[in-house]
């Protein structure tokens, strides 16, 4: 997109003034030995959640205090939804498991490698017993911290030392353990800006798409589910949607590939794809929604928008994908609102079929929900209005993008030092 037009790129306009101004150079500014080096215990308290002995399931209430847990931690993100919560007796009860702004989430189980930096809204929430706390105590500013605990390099350590075969976890004590290296605090605060003025404007541009996404779904469930008018006629789901339409790929072929894991559970886009060899599996093109028919993925909300590709590319991905593609004269988009619309979802779980443990939607049973069909003037009326929305949502998405990859390059250039920033302390 011409930069005149696309905002990230002035953000990286502004970037790189402000990178200037701070004194960011190639040549380092400052000696790498002012880095000092030492482990966790010495820089910050590490405190785990209260045992399940101090807050059983059975004590959550609807309405309290917000109790963090580890499905919440999100791209070193606390996702908002569904928080269990507690009682007022309880948070006075279980004080020290209550978080500040400026404190440090992990994961104690699973994916160990996930933390997450607490905001100011998040002050005065508690953390389950699943997770770890880091609260910085001296000399480290703790949002430098957060990202230092987001590098690649980090990440893997973690993931080596943690104990347990079957379930990776680890402990105040392993954690307290870690090596943490870094410059003096008022560079520290300026790697932080830099790279924290990247993420604002990432999480701007997610929560944009949020809402474009929550006005085309709105807009479909108003209109197809609650206020369908009398001249529209009965159908089911067959007569506006393709399933699963024929794709052509040779075996052999390098092609874009898409794992399950990377379909997202709150949005459109996924969150990475590779080129590999195509062998067998689910083939698909831009403007084709990619549903999840196995347990619990689809449980989980794992759905796709594709508009990654390039033009007449063909990627492919697991052959645990369900292809959804509107018929002539509906906006492709449709497909991806009727997919994240909980009525649909209900009725898909409701067709799994098979073993309890590796349960998948029955495509014929789906194929038979219930839909109404509007007359052409309607479909007409929603295509203009997804044609304004999803464009929007592909150029947010370019963005975020390009943001990421920016940031993904400077974090570990600049906790190791060898891009450095001298602040104007």
């Known amino acids: 997109y011409p930069s005149r037009f696309n905002p990230a790129c002035r953000v990286l306009k502004r970037l790189k003034r402000n990178l200037e101004g701070l004194g960011m150079s190639d ?22 959640g209260p045992f399940g002995s101090q807050l059983k399931n059975e004590q959550y209430i609807t309405g309290g205090t917000p109790v963090i847990t580890v499905e919440h931690i999100n791209n070193f993100r606390i996702d908002d939804f569904d928080y269990p919560s507690i009682t007022d007796e ?26 997450a930096f607490v905001q100011p809204h998040h002050d005065g929430w508690m953390f389950s017993s699943r997770m770890l706390r880091v609260r910085p105590i001296s000399d480290i500013d703790s949002r430098f911290l957060s990202y230092f605990f987001q590098q690649k390099i980090f990440r893997e350590y973690i993931l080596n030392i943690a104990v347990g075969a079957t379930m990776p976890s680890i402990n105040t004590e392993i954690l307290k353990g870690i090596p943490v290296s870094y410059p003096p605090l008022p560079e ?13 404007k990432i999480n701007l541009l997610h929560r944009q798409n949020k809402t474009l996404e929550q006005m085309a779904e709105t807009l479909f469930r108003q209109w197809f589910v609650e206020e369908a008018g009398e001249d529209w006629e009965e159908g089911v789901v067959s007569d506006l949607i393709d399933f699963n339409p024929r794709r052509i790929l040779a075996k052999g072929t390098i092609a874009p590939y898409l794992e399950m894991a990377s379909l997202n559970t709150q949005t459109f886009n996924p969150d990475g794809w590779y080129d590999r060899e195509y062998k067998s599996g689910t083939k698909f093109i831009n403007e084709d929604t990619l ?36 018929k002539e004269g509906i906006h492709p988009f449709f497909a991806y609102t009727l997919a994240r619309n909980s009525g649909f979802r209900d009725y898909a779980e409701g067709c799994l079929a098979g073993s309890s443990g590796r349960q998948r939607i029955d495509l014929d049973h789906l194929k038979n929900f219930d839909i109404p069909i509007p007359p052409n003037y309607m479909l007409e009326i929603f295509n203009d209005i997804l044609e304004d929305i999803v464009p929007k949502l592909g150029v947010n998405a370019v963005q975020i993008s390009t943001l990421e990859n920016l940031r993904n390059t400077l974090l570990p250039k600049l906790m190791n030092g060898e891009i450095r920033i001298a602040s104007n302390e």
């Open 90 to 115: 309880d948070k006075d009860r279980l004080a020290k498991y209550l978080l500040k702004s400026g404190d440090i989430v992990f994961t104690r189980v699973g994916s160990v490698d996930l933390s």
């Open 291 to 326: 549903l999840a028919r196995i347990t619990p993925c689809l449980e989980n909300g794992k759905t796709a928008y594709v508009t990654f590709l390039q033009e007449k590319e063909i990627a492919w991905g697991s052959t645990e994908y369900i292809v959804m593609r509107p």
């Open 27 to 48: 040549t380092m500014s400052l000696s790498n030995s002012e880095w000092r080096k030492c482990e966790l215990k010495n820089i910050a308290e590490v405190q785990t």
């Open 188 to 200: 520290q605060k300026a790697i932080a800006e830099v790279l924290s003025s990247l993420d604002d």
